[in-house]
């Protein structure tokens, strides 16, 4: 067990996106996501790392309680650090979105940050190296590592934001949609190296592509009606 | 018919503008002779002793350029972080009520004749008159300064906006995500994204300064001070010279210097319109390509 | 837990304290103006604002600036909007695909060029001109400063009309166009009422710096205080008042005079400002 969501109900503007939602998600497995447009399946993506606190106007109720750092926490307690929990539980969007820098220093992204906890790291070169390699990147761009992240493709630039986001170490890591902008290699790209990283960390994915659903997903959630169903 | 006439008449007034217009600045570098030659700038005067100030310039453009440029600087440094700290107080910190007082306020601040912001400058070194009894800062180029950035504000301030907020939802979002602050976003990923665009109204900004009259009139310009040797002294400007020339000129060389003067000011102008808008050009070029790779 | 290193620190205080200041800034300008203003305004009360100028009576009034800032303004935004409105189509729509890139092009240059330089221009060109066309005269008159004027604002005005035709144009002329209607058809009939908003909040702009413009009446009009009934008499508007008394005695009730000018013309633009930016809104809903 990772994850636990009791009694979820999710506000904007004082319309209900979600309602009632109990779930469990399960440590080391792919677990996807699916329902239609505007269900409210990225809404409970950032309900677990508390992103939705940047939107004005959305209002949450109920328990979230997650497993991180060998502990259980309580995600909507004020006490947690907030640039801890979005390192523990990663969030890659469905478009790209390299920041305007090097390929390296996008990847030293979060070491740069002084207000988030400091990553364990022995050495930054192996770290990014490791990394890239993860994403199966390495190759592809280890000359280049100096270049702006923005020339690279389309692919290449989602790798690379998972890239970025697997380096704070999470332990969760969170995908929207990662490859319905994408053409179908690198897609499967992807989900070939979603596979490999259920080893490390408890994976959630949503998705509208049912395919891809049964591809990947060890356990399947349908958004319906503003709740969730459990499906496998 | 209706529809004929209407055409004509579209026509009938881009002719009308192009002709006056093209005439107007074809007139005007007929006029200047030479407006860029070495003894259109600096006179008799030698070069390089003139450019270190060792030797006055009298019969040439130098101390007005040279006061223009002065006053550009000193402006910009007090503009430039007011401006966009606003701009970026606009886009990332106000709520909806603060919001909405505040940006009516910029719009009122971008409307305000010039004139009237020099005024506001007078006033303050009135004031300053009346407080230290005739001492302290008076008409100067800090004075100068002071009232044209207060003029250039709200514009890069409308800018710097503008810019911000037209930021990719999702990457406005993914710093926070990898556990940044707010603060940090902004510093390093929202500036640096939208730098370039900031920059190139920065430089519409920079010609606002370069060209404007009123506000330097009010403040401190005067026909013939030379270059002053700090921000506290009175100067020459390009506009304030070609102002004062065309009506108080006494020979026919002076009028040759006030047409050089024109056309060195436009161009300083131009220049840096064209600059800037490469500069949007460039980067609408390049979002362009990065959609396409999407 | 929160750290904050230097340059978030410097980064906070720059946002904050920039805005703060600017700010205080546009509420200080008119508060300045008016403290400043008081003593003469105890003086003669708020006579300056209704009365005539007349300093041999004593008179101070600024009635006389206000009539001629709006005959010189208004004369030449009514120019300014035929031919912005036929510039403005011609490079959106009417006319032909070679001259349209260089009509934008010339657009810029113009609206780059300096304001003490058309009226610099216009000293030697217009000023000869009027004179040699007018009854009588040296030639410094409304009207000279009213067709500068006009020229000067057009740009403004040029680039809001061809913004607003060309943001409704786009999403008509194919609706049009397969109605059977010509392109020139489809603008005079939908794309211009369609575009009336942003035509109208242009003008309102366009008034502003026209009123608020110094240099072309400060060097065309003449500047002498009066009530001007011809187009070829001069005049003194209230910005070239302020530029113009600024040298005098920091006593006389002359001097006051220009304080009245300026609260003036920061209450008349800043309405203009509001209004344009409220029809410009409605646009965008």
Known sequence: MKIKINNLYFKYKNTDVLKNINLEIKQNKITAISGVSGAGKSTLLICLNRLYEEFEGAKVKGSINSFLDNKWVDIFDRSVHLPWLRQKTGLVFQNPNPFPMSIEKNLLFPFRLLSAPKIESKNLETEIISTLKKVHLYEEVKKRLKMPASSLSGGQQQRLSIARALIAKPEILMLDEPTSSLDPESEKKIETLLKELKNECTIIIVSHSLDQIKRISDHHIKIENKTACPIY | MKIKLFKLFSYLSFFIYSSVLVSFICWLLIKAESPFSKSSIFGNADLVKAILLKEPVFEGLFPAAAGTFLIIVTSMIIAIPAGTGTGIFLSEYANKKTYRFLSVSTDILAGLPSIVTGLFGFSIILLIHKIFEGKGPGFSIAASAFSLSFLVLPYIAKSTEEAMKSTDKELRLTALLLGASKTENIRLVLIPKNLSQILSKILLSVARCAEDTSVIMLTGAVANAGIPGNIFGKYEALPFFIYYTSSQYSSEKELVMAYNASVLLVSICCFLFVLSFLIRKAVFYRQKKNENKN | ?285
């Open chain 3, 1 to 285: 837990m929160k750290i904050q290193t230097k340059s978030d620190l410097l980064l906070k205080f720059t946002i904050y304290s920039g805005t703060i200041c600017a700010f205080s800034v546009i509420f200080s300008i008119l508060i300045l103006l008016v403290f400043l203003g008081i003593p003469f305004f105890k003086q003669s009360g708020f006579s300056f604002f209704f009365d005539t100028w007349n300093p041999l009576q004593g008179k101070y009034g600024i009635l006389p600036m206000i009539y001629t800032t709006f005959l010189i303004a208004l004369p030449s935004v009514f120019t300014a909007f035929f031919l912005s409105l036929g510039f403005a189509c011609f490079a959106a729509s009417t006319g032909h695909r070679f001259l349209k890139k260089p009509a934008i092009a010339l657009i810029r240059t113009a609206s780059s060029i300096p304001t003490v330089v058309y009226a610099f221009i216009g000293v030697f060109l217009i000023i000869p001109f009027i004179r040699n066309i007018g009854p009588s005269g040296s030639g410094y008159s409304i009207l000279s400063a009213s067709l500068m004027l006009a020229l000067l604002i057009s740009p403004t005005m040029i680039f809001f009309f061809y913004d607003s035709i060309i943001e409704s144009e786009t999403s008509l002329v194919k609706g049009g166009l397969a109605l059977g209607a010509t392109r020139t058809e489809t603008l005079l009939y939908l794309v211009i009422p369609n575009a009336k908003n942003g035509i109208y909040a242009g003008v309102f702009l366009g008034m502003g710096r026209a009123i608020g413009d110094t240099m072309i009446s400060l060097m065309l009009a003449g500047n002498s205080i009066s009530y001007p009934l011809s187009p070829f008499e001069s005049g003194r508007t209230l910005t070239a008042h302020i530029g113009l008394v600024m040298a005098s005695d920091y006593d006389s009730p002359e001097f006051g005079s220009i304080f009245a000018c300026g609260i003036l013309l920061y209450l008349i633009t800043a309405v203009l400002s509001i209004v344009s930016k409220i029809i410009y809104k409605k646009t965008g809903a």
